[in-house]
């Protein structure tokens, strides 16, 4: 292990370069790397998935913490400097070559684990919306610890009432504690990204009891999707929806970004 390469080296010698079509951009940073796989706590021994590891910059910092790593990778090039990685760290490292919006991660994993990931930035949001999904709470991941651009780790993060609020806060924080856990400087990747960035880390909580996931998502996406107009207004195309802002007692007038958490729960198990 204390004889891996530098990744610049790893990088020149497999001829790689970050892919813009693949939403790339390369961390060599070890420091940075190790303190970014230290944020979801002890792995020693974990199961963790990661999502687009690139040339194993990432990967590398999780199996030298002593996870157990998937790594899905879509891009074939970075394949043979993983299978180095892996020979270097027997029986901690699979690799699955492929497209990760088209796996089960669950099943893939067969066993709870965690998500570390400097996630694509085309992919991201849609994978994160996805992990925070479903009918079925707890979920089979333990936390995610993501990396975002920074402006949508902070619409993760926001609070009621703020610009950055919106579904994608109502989603994250209903169920699960968000937080923003590093900010990472654009300078730190190869190439330098034209915004900064930022790492969120989300665990599960006790998922409120009476709603339905399915209905709260709709909910959301239909109070924002038309976020500058009052509930009335964003809300009628939802059936039922007047009718719970009623039973819930909140005004018609307000718009959505002034909603809590709580008060979209309220209306989702009303709905629900």
Partial sequence: MSELPPLREVIAAHGLSASKALGQNFLFDEQLLSRIAAIPGDLSGKAVLEIGPGPGGLTRALLRAG???????????????????????????????????????????????????????????????????????????????????????????????????GRLAVLAQWRSAAKLAMKVHRSAFTPPPKVMSAIVHVTPAEAPAGVTARVLERLSEAAFGQRRKMLRQSLKGVPGALEALETCGIDPQRRAETLAIGEFVALARVLS
């Fill in 67 to 165: 996870a157990r790593v998937t790594a899905i990778e879509r891009d074939a090039r970075c394949i043979p400097a993983l299978a180095e990685l892996s020979a270097a760290f027997p029986g901690q490292l699979r690799v699955i070559e492929g497209d990760a919006l088209a796996e089960d991660h669950a099943t893939v994993l067969g066993e709870p684990f965690h998500v570390v990931a400097n996630l694509p930035y085309n992919i991201g949001t849609l994978l994160f919306t996805r992990w925070l999904g479903g009918e079925t709470w707890p979920p089979a991941w333990q936390s995610l610890t993501l990396m975002f651009q920074q402006e949508v780790a902070q619409r993760i993060v926001a609070a009621p009432g703020s610009g950055a609020y």
